[in-house]
């Protein structure tokens, strides 16, 4: 069962966009559109921001968006506000195991 | 409004037994399948357990499967997890999670456990 792999950290300043990669294999991320991604603040629970590759929850800004191309989903964050810099972590149905998630994205707003 | 609400964590010596209890509230419990997923301190989430709405179905990561027992009480709107021969790298923040199809849509606060001597 491996996670799925995220740059450790990825950074922009206020007002850009930047795009946190997720990459799996054809088990999970390439063979499911089930890719969903995660914010987590410091010392906070996770908060779900995409689910099923590019769809919102309601109340999540349109700042944030989702896509996928094979077997690497992304996680792109346009106009960059402060309280944007986080955690992300993304998420796929796997085959075996049901669900597994990558190993994390430090988001630094400089 | 959905409310998770996790209790019985603690420090406890290698090799012994924990259970993880969690209290649903602000949603029919009974309709939702469930997860566990913990985080170890300074680490990524990492998925533990699930189980379906109705309790018949359950499936478990590499690394807890066979030592870990999830279940449910849909009486009590209450999520277990059973933790047994624990292990050093077992401590975390266990979160609970309703699960929306493929993702999870709302997670509680957790309960620390610390596997320790």
């Known amino acids: 069962q491996s996670a799925l792999t995220q740059p450790a950290s990825v950074s922009g300043s206020p007002g850009q966009s930047i795009t946190i990669s997720c990459t799996g294999t054809s088990s999970d991320v390439g063979g499911y559109n089930y890719v969903s991604w995660y914010q987590q603040h410091p010392g906070k629970a996770p908060k779900l921001m995409i689910y099923d590759v590019t769809n919102r929850p309601s109340g999540v800004s349109n700042r944030f968006s989702g896509s996928k191309s094979g077997n690497t989903a992304s996680l792109t964050i346009s106009g960059l506000q402060a309280e944007d810099e986080a955690h992300y972590y993304c998420?796929?149905?796997?085959?075996?195991?049901?669900?597994?998630f990558g190993g994390g994205t430090k988001l630094t707003v400089l | 409004q959905v409310q998770l609400i996790e209790s019985g964590g603690g420090v406890v010596q290698p090799g012994r037994s924990l259970r993880l209890s969690c209290a649903a509230s602000g949603f029919g419990f009974s309709y939702y399948d469930m997860h566990w997923v913990r985080q170890a301190p300074g680490k990524g989430l990492e998925w533990v357990a699930i189980i379906s709405f109705d309790g018949n179905n359950k499936y478990y990561g590499d690394s807890v499967r066979g030592r870990f027992t999830i279940s449910r009480d849909n009486s009590k709107n209450t999520l277990f997890l059973q933790m047994n021969s624990l292990r050093a790298e077992d401590t975390a923040l266990y979160y609970c999670a309703r699960a929306g199809d493929a993702y999870i849509d709302y997670w509680g606060q957790g309960t620390l456990v610390t596997v320790s001597s």
């Open positions: 998420s796929s149905y796997a085959t075996r195991t049901t669900m597994v």
